[in-house]
Every structure is written in C-alpha cells, then in structure tokens.
C-alpha cells in the first residue's frame, strides 16, 4: 500500500525556510559549527560530533547544524535529532546571543 496523502504537495523553498527558522528560534542555544578539526563546537566551545544514527552521518558535514539532544559516550558527545542551518539565520534570529566573526 502507498501512502499517497503528501503526493503532489510542494511546500516551497520559501516555506520550507520559514519553518526550519521557527524550529531554530526553539533551540538558539543548541546551534553549532564545524570547526578545523573538523570537530563541531558549540557556543560554549564544547567539542560534539554528529551521532552515526544520523542520516548526516555518512554526508560532507555542514558548516553549521542545530539539534535537540545530545548523547554522551566514554569518549564522545553526539548530537542527535539534528538540521542543517544557515549562520545568517542565527545573526537575524538571535543577534543577541550570535555576532558575526
């Protein structure tokens, strides 16, 4: 059986944007950045890695993501439930926690 009910709507680049800033505006404090190291670092400096279950896991890792949780292991602390972002949005979000460097 195919589930047709979200067949043949196109929700928008414009629209899709508006709802991933909305998601982001829910969770400023848990945005983070790729670094050198290729390491993600989040505004405290703590240093996160994207968790395999992701399905950005096997992707190139992008410049910045925000997510909802974080998974600690011995070594390791993953992000979980994670979205890619974009800097700007943080600098018109939240330019009170993020300025541009």
Not at 24 to 33: E, F, K, T, V, Y
Request: proline share 4%.
């Amino acid at each position: 059986m195919e589930n047709k009910t979200f067949e043949g709507i196109d929700l928008g680049t414009a629209k899709c944007t508006r709802i991933m800033k909305c998601v982001l505006s829910g969770h400023i404090p848990q945005a983070a950045s790729l670094s050198t190291d290729a390491v993600y670092r989040s505004i405290r400096g703590a240093a996160l890695h994207i968790s395999p279950d992701s399905c950005l896991y096997r992707t190139q890792q992008p410049k910045w993501v925000v997510f909802t949780s974080v998974q600690s292991t011995g070594d390791k602390t993953y992000m979980r439930d994670l979205m890619v972002i974009q800097k700007d949005w943080l600098l018109e979000i939240a330019p009170h926690y993020y300025t541009e460097t």
